[in-house]
């Protein structure tokens, strides 16, 4: 018995080890498959720190209309990594990566293959984030202006996205 | 073939080796629920916004069944989060066994896809770990006659967490040695302009060629760390430079979870005949 499950799991483990490697390397003639799928989701978590996760930076600067006047602008998801900077509370890390979901798939490419209801949706749902957390309720309207930098090639190009809403 | 001679030799010595090192897989299994249950505090205020504006939807039986914690969070999100910290709460005073271990895997399972918005590779990791953990428990124990497979397979799902670790490793230096952004140190230029993650209090100006040695750095260190944890000689020389490159993550690149979880991974390689020691002494 002991023998016998001793080799079952070598041998597992010697299955397992290669198609770990077979993914890892991902030679292009390995055909998608399930298993595949399963490994890269479940089973190798990573790779971290891949180059499109790094290249591309976004931020949203929102501001409101309050008697006939715009009010300052702020970052809020910057502002709640310089919270979590200056008490190390990770509840301002998670808010800030909230809403940085909210804006990263409005910004994300390309929107011509996305659906319009979809999209609608999307900044809908930012909109009504904005506006409950942030936006005083006598403002009469909000804008947001969403900026996306790319550093690549030791350079830093910078491209935006302004929306103003009615209350 | 000598070497695969003895490689197996090795596995097998391993999988059937009486005195596991159980003092280390209780601290492996309840420092992966700590940082569980503190991740749940912190998570706790956004929780509500991310249920309310980033609703999960269920379409299928078996997600619902899979995921029915969720469904729970989604009516009673204070009940779901009280059940959690119940059940680590029991787990960590009690010992590691396969029913705790299977419902933290389940509830932590379930909250990262509640909170995917939020996730990052530290949700991926950790759920990977608390999956093996389950079967790294010898508790309850199982009849006589099978007390021996049941040795054998928490053996096995010990080395199994050791291998995922090398894995991720070599996945993620892999992919950077084969990206022309990281060989050229583009990629560490790149995570100096991330508004929101690099960390301004230790931003310096670089030029090229130092961008390209931190690079290199990182390439280096995670494809040889794979291989050089296995030799004794360099397991505590590779964890210490490992500890202070994750370290470097906490701090300069803001994302605490994933560097603690990838430190505390690395509990799976103290090495065995000093866990020996500190009980021979306790």
């Known amino acids: 018995m002991k023998q016998r499950l001793t080799t079952i799991i070598l041998l597992l483990l010697s299955l397992h080890g290669l198609f770990s490697l077979a993914f890892i390397f991902d030679p292009p003639v390995l055909p998608p498959s399930r298993l595949a799928t399963f490994y890269k989701v479940y089973l190798l978590p990573g790779p971290f720190f891949t180059e499109s996760r790094i290249i591309e930076s976004q931020s949203l600067h929102l501001s409101w209309k309050m008697k006939d006047q715009w009010q300052p602008p702020i970052n809020t998801s910057k502002e709640n990594y310089d919270n979590y900077r200056a008490c190390f509370n990770p509840t301002y890390l998670f808010r800030s ?13 390309p929107y011509a293959s996305l659906e319009k209801k979809e999209r609608a949706k999307e900044i809908e749902q930012l909109r009504q984030y904005l506006s409950d ?8 309207s909000l804008r947001i202006v969403m900026i996306k930098s790319r550093a690549q090639n030791f350079k830093v190009k910078v491209d935006s996205l302004q929306m103003i809403f009615a209350r | 073939m000598i070497s695969i001679t003895s490689y197996r030799k090795y596995l097998i010595s391993v999988l059937q080796r009486e005195n596991s090192p159980e003092l280390l897989r209780n601290v492996f299994c309840k420092s992966l629920y700590v940082f569980l249950f503190a991740k749940i505090i912190f998570l706790e205020p956004v929780l509500k916004e991310v249920i309310a504006y980033l609703p999960v939807e269920l379409n299928s039986t078996w997600h619902h069944i899979l995921y ?3 469904k729970l969070a989604q009516v009673a999100l204070n009940v779901f989060l009280l059940l959690i910290q119940i059940v680590i709460l029991i787990a960590l005073f009690v010992r590691v066994n396969y029913f705790t271990s299977a419902l933290i895997f389940w509830f932590s399972f379930s909250l990262s896809r509640l909170t995917q918005p939020l996730a990052n590779g530290s949700d991926q990791v950790l759920n990977l770990f608390l999956f093996i953990s389950i079967f790294l428990s010898a508790k309850p124990s199982l009849p006589a006659t099978l007390k021996e497979s049941q040795k054998i397979i928490s053996n096995f799902a010990w080395l199994l967490c050791q291998l995922q ?7 993620s230096g892999y992919d950077k040695l084969m990206s022309k952004a990281w060989r050229s140190g583009d990629a560490i230029y790149s995570i100096t302009n991330l508004e929101t993650y690099s960390n301004p209090w230790f931003a310096i100006t670089l030029n090229k060629s130092i961008f390209a040695v931190i690079a290199w750095w990182v390439i280096l260190f995670e494809l040889s ?15 210490i430079i490992g500890f202070l490159f994750h370290m470097g993550i906490i701090f300069f690149l803001n994302l605490p979870d994933f560097g603690i979880i990838m430190i505390l991974s690395y509990i799976l390689f103290i090495p065995y005949q000093r866990e020996n020691k500190i009980l021979s002494s306790s």
């Open chain 1, 133 to 140: 957390t942030y936006v005083p309720k006598e403002a009469d």
């Open chain 1, 97 to 109: 990566r909230l809403e940085h979901t909210f804006y990263v798939r409005i910004l994300r490419e």
């Open chain 2, 68 to 70: 029915a914690p969720i």
């Open chain 2, 225 to 239: 760390f794979p291989l050089l944890i296995w030799f004794s000689r360099f397991r505590i020389p590779i964890l």
């Open chain 2, 165 to 171: 670790l090398v894995l991720i490793y070599l996945l």
